[in-house]
């Protein structure tokens, strides 16, 4: 087992609330949500909430980046760059500044990148002329898309909306040769990529990996396809609360630079914490079955389990019995399997939950129930902070927010506020956390669904 320990040099935050990492943790413990009532989209209020676009117009200005050669390269590529791209690119030049790492600086061999994303889809003005080439009347003729639509179309249209292209714009940006992967996996993003990236630090391949997430639900169409298919909120986002009524949509990208402790110390920069584990898992079945409760489950274990052959450090080894953990549910039939006779991290060490905290009511009665199938048995409640309340969800981009509001509650010792919960749900046996009563502890689990049944999951400590 490898004993290269991987942490966080660097963060990078494009978010409703800020575009630095000190005005992100100010609106944080300051209670300022970024949510509002409606979006007004042509002619038409829709009756839902959504989170004001995340501060970001695409200026040169907003990459933070200094180096006249990387500006220079930016503003040309701007025009094959969605919004979300371009939220990527400029997440991750923060968060390289904020590690001190530069062009030219690193073995480019020893650089990685791991990047995830939502769908992106085109815009209208994309297509317009095309369709209307098409449509000398109301209807579209497909027959006259070869000759007259797709001339109409720019050249390099796709290049702008393919999910790889965060990670290859990054890639050529920053010189780096190392391991590059694209992830798609909405919300649950964040953790399948930052797993990904401590592996392969931990494996040797690379000193650095930039690991980050992009997305967002502000697009007309995919506002569409929301308002179909997702339980959205007339008013506000929140979590685990016994009046919750749905999510609220936004945008965003946010970067954190993993790196080897040691490469990161030889350097003499800044450690916000450690990662030690991290997991991803599906399960779905063919009759639209809801596993939530118990794929968020196996992934909690998974992280308890790898992060006890990690960190010698951390916790002791522990042996859980098949009859330590109390069934409640047919489906949960397999947790004995997971953790039967593994060492596992002692559960009184876990300082906080990150929670998903989508606010629809299945959602979040799934995931507490996840939660509580784990830490059921403990002394104390494990406190289990939520943070949807202050963006909504911006798809793949909001796991990495929440992931850094806890980085960074971890660090200052103090827990940011769960806004909008006030009534606790008797279905959700949690305990939300308190800034005034909790304390964050020196460690703290992330957790990330999205609809399609998967889950993932990251154990964080404090460096030591």
């Given at each position: 087992?490898?004993?290269?320990?991987?942490?966080?040099?660097?963060?990078?935050?494009?978010?409703?609330?800020?575009?630095?990492?000190?005005?992100?943790?100010?609106?944080?413990?300051?209670?300022?949500?970024?949510?509002?009532?409606?979006?007004?989209?042509?002619?038409?209020?829709?009756?839902?909430?959504?989170?004001?676009?995340?501060?970001?117009?695409?200026?040169?200005?907003?990459?933070?980046?200094?180096?006249?050669?990387?500006?220079?390269?930016?503003?040309?590529?701007?025009?094959?760059?969605?919004?979300?791209?371009?939220?990527?690119?400029?997440?991750?030049?923060?968060?390289?500044?904020?590690?001190?790492?530069?062009?030219?600086?690193?073995?480019?061999?020893?650089?990685?990148?791991?990047?995830?994303?939502?769908?992106?889809?085109?815009?209208?003005?994309?297509?317009?002329?095309?369709?209307?080439?098409?449509?000398?009347?109301?209807?579209?003729?497909?027959?006259?898309?070869?000759?007259?639509?797709?001339?109409?179309?720019?050249?390099?249209?796709?290049?702008?909306?393919?999910?790889?292209?965060?990670?290859?714009?990054?890639?050529?940006?920053?010189?780096?040769?190392?391991?590059?992967?694209?992830?798609?996996?909405?919300?649950?993003?964040?953790?399948?990529?930052?797993?990904?990236?401590?592996?392969?630090?931990?494996?040797?391949?690379?000193?650095?990996?930039?690991?980050?997430?992009?997305?967002?639900?502000l697009h007309p169409c995919k506002m569409t396809s929301a308002l179909r298919n997702e339980e959205l909120s007339d008013s506000a986002c929140c979590?685990?609360?016994?009046?919750?009524?749905?999510?609220?949509?936004?945008?965003?990208?946010?970067?954190?630079?993993?790196?080897?402790?040691?490469?990161?110390?030889?350097?003499?920069?800044?450690?916000?914490?450690?990662?030690?584990?991290?997991?991803?898992?599906?399960?779905?079945?063919?009759?639209?079955?809801?596993?939530?409760?118990?794929?968020?489950?196996?992934?909690?274990?998974?992280?308890?389990?790898?992060?006890?052959?990690?960190?010698?450090?951390?916790?002791?080894?522990?042996?859980?019995?098949?009859?330590?953990?109390?069934?409640?549910?047919?489906?949960?039939?397999?947790?004995?399997?997971?953790?039967?006779?593994?060492?596992?991290?002692?559960?009184?060490?876990i300082g906080h939950i990150n929670a998903h905290g989508l606010g629809s009511r299945d959602s979040d009665k799934a995931e507490a129930m996840a939660?509580?199938?784990?830490?059921?048995?403990?002394?104390?409640?494990?406190?289990?902070?939520?943070?949807?309340?202050?963006?909504?969800?911006?798809?793949?981009?909001?796991?990495?927010?929440?992931?850094?509001?806890?980085?960074?509650?971890?660090?200052?010792?103090?827990?940011?506020?769960?806004?909008?919960?006030?009534?606790?749900?008797?279905?959700?046996?949690?305990?939300?956390?308190?800034?005034?009563?909790?304390?964050?502890?020196?460690?703290?689990?992330?957790?990330?669904?999205?609809?399609?049944?998967?889950?993932?999951?990251?154990?964080?400590?404090?460096?030591?």
């Amino acid at each position: 087992m490898s004993k290269r320990r991987v942490v966080v040099t660097g963060i990078g935050i494009i978010s409703p609330l800020s575009i630095s990492v000190e005005g992100f943790w100010d609106s944080l413990i300051s209670g300022r949500s970024g949510v509002r009532p409606y979006v007004s989209c042509g002619r038409t209020s829709l009756p839902i909430s959504v989170a004001a676009p995340a501060l970001f117009s695409g200026d040169i200005d907003e990459f933070g980046i200094s180096d006249s050669g990387q500006r220079k390269s930016v503003k040309k590529g701007l025009k094959m760059m969605s919004r979300e791209i371009q939220m990527a690119v400029a997440a991750s030049s923060h968060a390289l500044s904020h590690a001190e790492i530069f062009v030219g600086q690193l073995l480019p061999e020893r650089v990685g990148i791991s990047f995830g994303s939502d769908y992106i889809l085109t815009t209208v003005e994309d297509v317009i002329d095309a369709v209307r080439a098409c449509s000398p009347s109301s209807q579209f003729d497909f027959q006259r898309w070869g000759k007259e639509g797709l001339p109409k179309m720019q050249p390099l249209w796709q290049l702008k909306y393919l999910p790889n292209m965060p990670a290859s714009h990054i890639a050529i940006l920053n010189n780096f040769h190392g391991p590059s992967n694209s992830i798609t996996l909405r919300e649950a993003s964040v953790g399948a990529v930052i797993g990904e990236s401590v592996s392969i630090i931990a494996s040797g391949r690379t000193d650095v990996m930039l690991a980050g997430t992009t997305g967002g639900w502000l697009h007309p169409c995919k506002m569409t396809s929301a308002l179909r298919n997702e339980e959205l909120s007339d008013s506000a986002c929140c979590p685990f609360d016994l009046h919750r009524n749905g999510t609220v949509l936004g945008d965003g990208a946010a970067a954190i630079v993993l790196e080897e402790r040691e490469h990161a110390k030889k350097r003499g920069v800044k450690i916000w914490c450690e990662i030690i584990a991290g997991s991803c898992k599906i399960r779905r079945g063919r009759k639209n079955t809801d596993y939530r409760r118990e794929v968020v489950r196996t992934v909690i274990w998974d992280v308890l389990r790898y992060g006890a052959l990690r960190s010698d450090e951390f916790a002791d080894k522990k042996i859980i019995k098949n009859n330590s953990v109390k069934e409640t549910n047919s489906q949960l039939d397999n947790t004995s399997n997971i953790i039967a006779a593994t060492g596992v991290i002692e559960l009184e060490r876990i300082g906080h939950i990150n929670a998903h905290g989508l606010g629809s009511r299945d959602s979040d009665k799934a995931e507490a129930m996840a939660i509580n199938d784990v830490f059921g048995t403990r002394n104390k409640p494990i406190p289990v902070a939520a943070a949807k309340g202050f963006w909504g969800n911006a798809g793949a981009g909001s796991g990495m927010f929440e992931l850094i509001a806890s980085i960074m509650s971890l660090k200052m010792q103090k827990f940011f506020p769960t806004i909008n919960h006030s009534i606790p749900d008797p279905e959700c046996p949690i305990l939300i956390a308190d800034p005034n009563k909790h304390s964050t502890g020196d460690s703290f689990i992330k957790i990330a669904i999205n609809p399609q049944g998967h889950a993932s999951a990251l154990l964080v400590k404090a460096d030591s």
